[in-house]
């Protein structure tokens, strides 16, 4: 459970920042006029529900299984990742590509812009410090791999979608700051509409990335490459087993399921097999403490 409590930490990192940065950029919206310092505001109430949803979502991996769900509810975790994603679309993203398109279409002259540049950089200092906190934890999964490619084979939804979210709003703040900025220096309000539209391109854009990787966990993937590797170098060296056949894994939100078949070594009788098989099985999960289903299957041939 260490990495679901790792994913915690990060939302409520990311909670409190856009919550306090929603409040700061909504009256800023309403004082300035600004299309995308509005886009900005319901940028960040966008985040804040999403955190609660993730928060939702990981308190139900926690649910012990039932009859209609022998595997546990893991893979909860997943659903409300990609709802996330849609709501990162939709409100975030179509908003505020609609806003800005209005703004170009109805240009409105900002008032008091430098409100507006004042809040956005404590914003910037907030999402910044919301990061910080999240790569703490991304680095913690790394393991010498690079960003993107932890950010595409990483099996931690949470961490993925707040990574993704923090990432946007960092961005979409700098975005807002350089077009208020480019209005406040040319007194020509459609730098506004652009960097309004500019933000829901970003937002749509990072809303498709984490969905794409939340789907491919939503329809079943296995554990990470890197402990895949780990665990059939693991079998392999064992003295008990004689042949690995098959390793099959699949990853249940902080849990993972487990499938072996394989040619075990002689042992000379029937119990001394389902004992050998019995320490193999106690190291393995030993080994590798996320496997909480552990199916082993002894054979001769594939």
């Known amino acids: 459970m260490a990495g679901q409590a790792d994913s915690l930490k990060s939302i409520l990192f990311a909670l409190f920042a856009n919550s306090a940065i929603a409040v700061a950029k909504g009256v800023a919206a309403v004082v300035t006029g600004s299309g995308a310092m509005l886009a900005e505001a319901i940028h960040s109430v966008a985040d804040a529900g999403n955190q609660l949803l993730l928060i939702l979502g990981l308190r139900q991996t926690r649910k012990l299984p039932t009859v209609d769900h022998p595997l546990g509810f893991g893979k909860s975790i997943y659903f409300w990742s990609f709802l996330v994603a849609v709501i990162l679309f939709s409100i975030g993203g179509m908003f505020s590509v609609y806003e800005g398109v209005h703004k170009l279409l109805h240009p409105v002259p900002l008032s008091h812009p430098w409100v507006a540049i004042g809040v956005l950089v404590f914003a910037i200092v907030a999402e910044g410090i919301s990061l910080w906190g999240c790569m703490r934890e991304v680095n913690k999964e790394r393991h010498g791999r690079s960003i993107f490619q932890w950010f595409r084979t990483s099996r931690t939804s949470a961490l993925i979608v707040v ?140």
């Open 163 to 302: 990574f993704g979210e923090d990432i946007a709003a960092l961005l979409g703040l700098v975005f807002a700051l350089i077009a208020i900025a480019a209005t406040l220096v040319t007194g020509n309000p459609f730098w506004d509409a652009v960097g309004t539209v500019s933000i829901g391109v970003l937002l749509l854009v990072v809303a498709v990335f984490i969905a794409v990787e939340v789907k491919d966990l939503l329809i079943g993937q296995s554990v990470e490459p890197r402990i895949l590797e780990e665990m059939e170098a693991f079998l392999r060296a064992r003295p008990e087993i004689r042949e690995l056949f098959s390793l099959l894994t699949m990853q249940f939100g902080p849990d993972a399921m487990v499938a072996v078949k394989a040619r075990m070594a002689p042992t000379g009788s029937e119990s001394q097999l389902i004992a050998a098989i019995n320490t193999v099985e106690t190291d393995f999960r030993s080994r590798f403490p996320s496997i909480t289903w552990l199916f082993f299957e002894p054979d001769v041939v594939d």
